[in-house]
Each structure stands twice: as structure tokens, then as C-alpha cells.
């Protein structure tokens, strides 16, 4: 739910990185908080636990500067992927913009790939949202790894409504900022 | 393609709601009020100007208060209408504004809990009442376009330098 407040003249809106644990939502975080220039981005933060787990959100915001008058902030949060953080999940989820899904290329990830989407239905549903009516991509990570599903097999699985894909090695910045680009230019477009 | 709904916070809006924080504040003697909607935006902010990152704190203070909503559920309760955090020197108040808004109030020593409590009642039902007239405009609203055009085009311009060659 972006906020237009005409009295500070701002911007926000709320893109949420989705996906099964150890996908690499964090790192796609981790990434462009290190590369995107200091002066446009705030602080990281990361509810992590002592094992570097994301335990409840990891938080940050990106400046556009201002467009037209108005500062442009994108909030990028991740959520925990553990099935069991669900409750946590669901609250990150809460007025939400726009969604990256991060999926794990490895074939033995799959399953969990599946049931991390059917997840991200439900839980948007619960908010009164459609993900068919949301801005939203799938970033396939880990490219790199010898043991991946194709992106056949990929597609044919986690997106039957064929939004943008791309493919990604999170920890290298390959196709991160690809992602990040897409997602926010179609939370943009939903602006007008 | 629509995105989730969203509200605005007008000039109007703003004028109000400063002038009844500033009020709380005179009133409670408190440092600094915030108003931080239920996702995690800063809304607004009055007294004190704050000397920490606002941006991460209003987010820090929504998930506070939503994992708070879910404990409150869970011992069969609605939810918890406010919350207390008590520090060394300071202390923070978190009070729920019609469900679409938490208050934020910091204060220190020259003040107390009961004097924060009674007058964070007071202002937060007026808030309440402002808050559901900005959203209930907003939700009646037609959907028309609330950027213009030229905004997409330069965000998008905007994105592409921003984040084209990293």
C-alpha cells in the first residue's frame, strides 16, 4: 500500500523478497545495499538469529530522489523462508507493493520452491491481494551450481502466469539488479 | 495493473495532525511523537527532531507492534491497544490509532508513564477520528491515475541510472 504524502512530498512503496530458505533473499539485500551508492540507501537491517538465519525481516531502503518534486523511496524487505516462520511471514507481507519471488535452482529445492509459492498465495490472499494483480517477478538463483532444474522445468512449475524471470547467482550480483529493476519499475507503473 | 490500495497524506492532513501532536507534546511534556503506519512508512513526527535513523526505526516500531498483535491473539485477546518499553534514561509509548496507524511517543525522565497514558488516550482518539475520515476518502476516491505519467517515465529513467550498471 504506497503512501503519497503530499505534506513531506515522499513516496514510499514496499517490494518484499519471497521465497524458501537459504534461496538467497538476504543476499540479494546484502548485494545492493554494497553496491548502490551510500547517499541512496539507508541503513540494513537484520533480524537475523546468532546462525545468520533471518529471523524476522531484513530492512532496506533506496532513494530515487526526488521525481518530480516528490522523494521516491523503495522499502525492500525479505522475509524468514523457514515453513515454520509463518506468522513472521505474513506480517512482512502486510502492504505490500510489489514481490520478488526468489527461487532455489537446485533440483532437491524444487518441493520447496512449490510449497514457498502456494504459501505466498495464501498469505496474500489473507490481505485481500492476487499476485496475478500485483506487480511481481521470479528471480531463479543459483544458476551456478551443477545440480539445478532447468528453467523449463522452472517456469513449467512457479509460473504459469509467465511474469518476468530472470536467472541470478545472488552472491556473484549476477541478475540482481535486473530483479530489482524490474520489480520497481512495474510498482511504479501501478503508481498511475 | 493495479497495486495494493494506497492513501495520501495531504497539506490539510498534515496541519491537523501537527497541531494535536503539538498540543500532546506541550500537555505530556513528552520529547518526540511519531505517527508510523502499519507497514513500516513514517508518517509524520513532532517535537524533538529525531537523531537516529527514522526510517528504520518507524519500520523497527510496525513489526514491533504487529508481532505484539499476534501475541495478543494468541492469549485471547483483540490486541494489545498500546505498548510500553521502559529504558535507563528513555522510554517509548506505542499506541494504536484506528488499526491503520501507531503512535510513537519517546520521553524521559521529565515526565511520567501515568501522565503519558492519560494524555496518549486523548489525542489518540481524536487521531482516530482524523485518520478514518483520510482513509475512508481514499477508499471512496475513484481510481484514477495518482501519478501522473511523466512521474513513470522519469522514475523509470531514474531506475535505469540508478541501478543500469551495477
Same mark, same amino acid.
Given at each position: 500500500?504506497?503512501?503519497?504524502?503530499?505534506?513531506?512530498?515522499?513516496?514510499?512503496?514496499?517490494?518484499?523478497?519471497?521465497?524458501?530458505?537459504?534461496?538467497?533473499k538476504?543476499?540479494?539485500?546484502e548485494y545492493i545495499?554494497? !553496491?548502490v551508492?551510500?547517499?541512496t540507501?539507508?541503513k540494513?537491517?537484520?533480524?537475523?538469529?546468532?546462525?545468520?538465519?533471518?529471523l524476522?525481516?531484513d530492512?532496506?531502503?533506496?532513494?530515487?530522489?526526488?521525481i518530480?518534486?516528490? !522523494?521516491?523511496r523503495?522499502?525492500?524487505?525479505?522475509?524468514?523462508?523457514?515453513?515454520?516462520?509463518?506468522a513472521?511471514?505474513?506480517?512482512?507481507l !502486510?502492504?505490500?507493493?510489489?514481490?520478488?519471488?526468489?527461487?532455489d535452482?537446485?533440483?532437491?529445492r524444487?518441493?520447496?520452491?512449490?510449497?514457498?509459492?502456494?504459501?505466498?498465495?495464501?498469505?496474500?490472499?489473507?490481505?485481500?491481494?492476487?499476485?496475478?494483480?500485483?506487480?511481481?517477478?521470479i528471480?531463479?538463483?543459483?544458476?551456478?551450481?551443477?545440480?539445478t532444474?532447468?528453467?523449463?522445468?522452472?517456469?513449467?512449475?512457479?509460473?504459469?502466469?509467465?511474469v518476468p524471470h530472470?536467472?541470478?547467482?545472488?552472491?556473484?550480483?549476477?541478475?540482481?539488479?535486473?530483479?530489482?529493476?524490474?520489480v520497481?519499475?512495474?510498482?511504479?507503473?501501478?503508481?498511475s | 495493473?493495479?497495486?495494493a490500495s494506497?492513501?495520501?497524506?495531504?497539506?490539510?492532513?498534515?496541519?491537523?495532525?501537527?497541531?494535536?501532536?503539538?498540543?500532546?507534546?506541550?500537555?505530556?511534556?513528552?520529547?518526540c511523537?511519531?505517527?508510523v503506519?502499519?507497514?513500516?512508512?513514517?508518517?509524520?513526527?513532532?517535537?524533538?527532531?529525531?537523531?537516529?535513523?527514522?526510517?528504520?526505526f518507524?519500520?523497527?516500531?510496525?513489526?514491533?507492534?504487529?508481532?505484539?498483535?499476534?501475541?495478543a491473539?494468541?492469549?485471547?485477546?483483540?490486541?494489545?491497544?498500546?505498548?510500553?518499553?521502559?529504558?535507563?534514561?528513555?522510554?517509548?509509548?506505542?499506541?494504536?490509532?484506528?488499526?491503520?496507524?501507531?503512535?510513537?511517543?519517546?520521553?524521559?525522565?521529565r515526565?511520567?508513564?501515568?501522565?503519558?497514558?492519560?494524555?496518549?488516550?486523548?489525542?489518540?482518539?481524536?487521531?482516530?477520528?482524523?485518520?478514518?475520515?483520510?482513509f475512508?476518502?481514499?477508499?471512496?476516491?475513484?481510481?484514477?491515475?495518482?501519478?501522473?505519467?511523466?512521474?513513470?517515465?522519469?522514475?523509470?529513467?531514474?531506475?535505469?541510472?540508478?541501478?543500469?550498471?551495477?
Amino acid at each position: 500500500m504506497s503512501m503519497i504524502n503530499y505534506a513531506s512530498r515522499e513516496i514510499n512503496c514496499k517490494i518484499v523478497y519471497y521465497g524458501p530458505g537459504l534461496c538467497g533473499k538476504t543476499t540479494n539485500l546484502e548485494y545492493i545495499f554494497e !553496491k548502490v551508492a551510500p547517499n541512496t540507501r539507508g541503513k540494513l537491517i537484520s533480524l537475523a538469529t546468532e546462525t545468520e538465519r533471518t529471523l524476522f525481516f531484513d530492512f532496506l531502503p533506496v532513494d530515487l530522489g526526488a521525481i518530480r518534486g516528490f !522523494k521516491t523511496r523503495f522499502h525492500l524487505y525479505t522475509v524468514p523462508g523457514q515453513v515454520y516462520y509463518n506468522a513472521s511471514r505474513k506480517l512482512i507481507l !502486510k502492504g505490500v507493493d510489489g514481490v520478488v519471488f526468489v527461487g532455489d535452482s537446485q533440483v532437491e529445492r524444487l518441493d520447496a520452491n512449490i510449497e514457498s509459492m502456494h504459501n505466498l498465495y495464501e498469505n496474500l490472499s489473507e490481505y485481500g491481494l492476487d499476485l496475478r494483480e500485483i506487480p511481481f517477478v521470479i528471480q531463479y538463483n543459483k544458476r551456478d551450481l551443477p545440480n539445478t532444474s532447468s528453467l523449463q522445468e522452472l517456469e513449467a512449475q512457479l509460473n504459469p502466469n509467465r511474469v518476468p524471470h530472470f536467472e541470478a547467482v545472488a552472491v556473484r550480483g549476477i541478475g540482481v539488479f535486473d530483479t530489482l529493476k524490474a520489480v520497481s519499475k512495474l510498482v511504479i507503473k501501478s503508481l498511475s | 495493473m493495479a497495486g495494493a490500495s494506497s492513501w495520501s497524506f495531504e497539506e490539510r492532513d498534515f496541519q491537523r495532525i501537527d497541531r494535536l501532536l503539538q498540543g500532546f507534546l506541550y500537555d505530556s511534556n513528552a520529547r518526540c511523537a511519531l505517527l508510523v503506519d502499519r507497514t513500516g512508512q513514517l508518517v509524520t513526527t513532532a517535537g524533538e527532531k529525531p537523531d537516529f535513523d527514522s526510517t528504520a526505526f518507524a519500520s523497527l516500531a510496525a513489526a514491533d507492534f504487529s508481532a505484539n498483535d499476534q501475541l495478543a491473539s494468541m492469549i485471547g485477546e483483540n490486541e494489545f491497544s498500546s505498548l510500553f518499553h521502559q529504558g535507563e534514561k528513555e522510554s517509548m509509548y506505542l499506541a494504536d490509532v484506528a488499526r491503520r496507524v501507531i503512535l510513537v511517543v519517546l520521553f524521559d525522565n521529565r515526565t511520567t508513564l501515568g501522565m503519558i497514558r492519560i494524555k496518549v488516550k486523548g489525542v489518540v482518539r481524536e487521531l482516530a477520528e482524523i485518520f478514518r475520515e483520510m482513509f475512508d476518502r481514499s477508499a471512496s476516491a475513484p481510481q484514477t491515475a495518482r501519478v501522473e505519467s511523466a512521474f513513470v517515465d522519469e522514475a523509470e529513467d531514474e531506475i535505469d541510472r540508478l541501478f543500469g550498471d551495477l
